[in-house]
C-alpha cells in the first residue's frame, strides 16, 4: 500500500484533518529551526506498541527543549485513535511530532515498509558528543542521522554506528546497538550519549527475564573488531542481526535469536 496524503487522516493541534489539509504555519519553530521533538511508534493490527514509554521520553526530551507536551494518557489515546480512523490492521508507523514557539502537535499513520532483515553495517567517522544538551532527545533536528545513513546506503550497507568524541562505540543512525561477547549481552550506557531507545530498554529488561547476564559497558569503536556476534534495535524494526560489519561477516547468533523471537511475541507479529 502506498501511502498517500489524501487517503490519510491525520492529528494536528486538535483537529482530525485529510492528510493534504494539514499545514503547518509558516511560524512554527519546528520548521524554521527544528525546535520539536518526534516519536515513532508501531501499531500491529491496531494495537500500538509501549505508548506509554514512548510519551514519557517525549516529554523529557521537550522539557529539555523549554516546552510541554501532552499527557501519558492522551498520547496513548490520540495514537491508538490516528491507527483506528486510518483503518490500518497491518504493521503501521504512527508518528508524533510536537513543535515549539508555536506549539504545533501533528500525529500521522502509515503502512511500514517491508521488513529490513539482516543489515550490513559500516563505522564511519560520524561522532556523537556525549556532553551535547541534546543527547538522550529524539529531536526533529534530523539532518546529521540523514546524512549518515545516506552514507551507509552509498557504501552498500544500511547502517552506520557513532562513536563518540572518546572513541566509544554509542548508536547508529536509526538504532540501539547491542554486542554478544562471551555470552554476555553488552549495549554502550546512557551517558555515550546515545538515545533511550524504547526498544532498547525493552529488550534489555527481556534480557534480564531469560536469565542472560546484561551489562551496559563503554567499548571503544575499535573493540567491535574482535565482536563476533551484533544486532541493532528500534521501535519499528524490533531486533535486527548484523552480518557484515565493515565487510567483516558476523554470526546471527543464539542470544540474537532468541531476543528476536521474543520481542516479536510480545509485540504480536508472531
Known amino acids: ?5 489524501r487517503d490519510v487522516k491525520v492529528w494536528l493541534n486538535g ?11 509558516v511560524g512554527d ?9 518526534f516519536e515513532t511508534l508501531l501499531a500491529v493490527r491496531g494495537q500500538v506498541f509501549e505508548a ?32 483506528e480512523r ?32 539482516p543489515l550490513r553495517v559500516v563505522r564511519g567517522d560520524f561522532q556523537r558528543w556525549s556532553g551535547s544538551p541534546l543527547a538522550g532527545v529524539k529531536a526533529t533536528s534530523y539532518l546529521e542521522n540523514v546524512l ?26 536509526w538504532s540501539n546497538v547491542f554486542a554478544v561477547v562471551d555470552g554476555v549481552l553488552m549495549t554502550p550506557p546512557l551517558a555515550s550519549g546515545c538515545l533511550p531507545g524504547v ?17 551496559e559497558e563503554k567499548r571503544s569503536l575499535a573493540s ?11 521501535s519499528l524494526r524490533g531486533v535486527c542481526p548484523v552480518v557484515d560489519l565493515d565487510g567483516r561477516e558476523l554470526t546471527v547468533g543464539e542470544v540474537t535469536v532468541r531476543l528476536r523471537d521474543e520481542l516479536e511475541r510480545l509485540i504480536g507479529i508472531v
Not at 519553530?29 to 521533538?37: A, C, I, K, N, T
Open 29 to 37: 519553530q519546528g520548521f524554521l529551526r527544528g525546535e520539536g521533538v
Open 199 to 215: 526498544t532498547r530498554e525493552v529488550v534489555m529488561e527481556v534480557a534480564g527475564e531469560l536469565g542472560m547476564e546484561v551489562r
Open 86 to 117: 486510518n483503518g490500518l490492521e497491518g504493521e503501521e508507523r504512527v508518528r508524533v511530532r510536537v513543535t515549539a514557539t508555536p506549539q504545533t502537535v501533528l500525529i500521522t499513520a502509515e503502512v511500514v515498509e517491508g521488513a529490513v532483515g
Open 148 to 173: 549518515a545513513r545516506r552514507w551507509a546506503v552509498e557504501r552498500g550497507a544500511r547502517e552506520v554506528l557513532f562513536g563518540n568524541e572518546r572513541g566509544e562505540w554509542c548508536e547508529g543512525s
Open 52 to 83: 506509554g514509554r514512548h510519551a514519557e521520553r517525549m516529554r523529557r526530551g521537550a522539557a529539555v527543549l523549554g516546552f510541554e507536551v501532552m499527557a501519558t494518557g492522551e498520547f496513548e489515546g490520540l495514537v491508538s485513535e490516528v491507527v
Open 15 to 25: 483537529e482530525w484533518l485529510d492528510g493534504e489539509e494539514a499545514m503547518v504555519p
Open 224 to 234: 567491535l573488531d574482535e565482536v563476533r556476534e551484533m544486532f541493532v534495535t528500534s
Open 1 to 5: 500500500m502506498k501511502w498517500e496524503l
